[in-house]
């Protein structure tokens, strides 16, 4: 079964922390998002990488930076945690190729920022 | 960019009854899915259907790409299917996902 894991299911940081959130997939896939997602807004993309170091800019990357140095593995990082970056964030990956499942995500990671 | 809208935004039925969400989106698409997020938060693919129809149990959707619509259809509805149904589609060149705000359906006993 294809499996995106995401390290955690809740973290609560102290405003100003460097905070990692850490999504693996075992699907070889060559796509991976991070998407958070709020009352009210559906889901919004922050980073997406395309391949191994590569990174782009999703709809809201202010406040975030992301890191791929393998092709499994997708970091979003927080540089200083604020409490309007507390929210659900969903962690994705997809292939680059005809695929009938599309994208599949992670069971999320519930960030609260205090 | 691709717009997407959904609609209705929330909907309440009783254990059995029937239900349609509508996916509308601005234009011609590569990858439309539909997911249904647990009350967990777990986003779990129902349907990667860029056109077409498929089936899965009670559940089935059809896209109609022409007209720029997707259509989820729920049968029998039971009180697991409660949650959140979300569209999201892309298209052209571009591989992210864009989704809609989400149906919250609850279903009653």
């Known amino acids: 079964d294809v499996k995106v894991t995401q390290s955690s299911r809740y973290l609560v940081k102290r405003t100003g922390e460097k905070v990692f959130l850490e999504c693996v997939q075992d699907m070889d896939h060559e796509n991976m998002f991070w998407y958070r997602q709020d009352p009210g807004l559906g889901l919004r993309l922050i980073y997406f990488s395309y391949d191994v170091k590569m990174k782009e800019k999703g709809d809201i990357p202010e406040g975030y930076s992301v890191s791929r140095e393998k092709k499994e593995r997708f970091s979003l990082i927080l540089e200083s945690a604020s409490t309007n970056q507390t929210s659900m964030y969903l962690c994705?990956?997809?292939?680059?190729?005809?695929?009938?499942?599309?994208?599949?995500f992670g069971s999320g990671t519930r960030l609260t920022v205090v | 960019g691709i717009q997407v809208e959904q609609s209705p935004p929330d909907l309440i039925l009783q254990e059995g009854a029937n239900s349609t969400l509508r996916c509308n989106f601005s234009?011609?698409?590569?990858?439309l899915q539909w997911f249904h997020q647990n009350p967990w938060g777990q986003l779990i693919n129902l349907f990667y259907i860029p056109s077409g129809t498929k089936q899965n149990g009670r559940l089935s959707a059809t896209t109609v790409a022409t007209e720029r619509y997707s259509l989820l259809y729920i049968s029998s509805s039971q009180t697991t299917d409660s949650g959140v149904y979300f569209c999201a589609a892309y298209g052209g060149a571009t591989n992210k996902l864009i989704f809609g705000t989400g149906t919250l359906l609850a279903v009653q006993p």
């Open positions: 234009d011609s698409v590569n990858n």
């Open positions: 994705a990956s997809s292939s680059t190729g005809t695929s009938s499942y599309g994208y599949t």
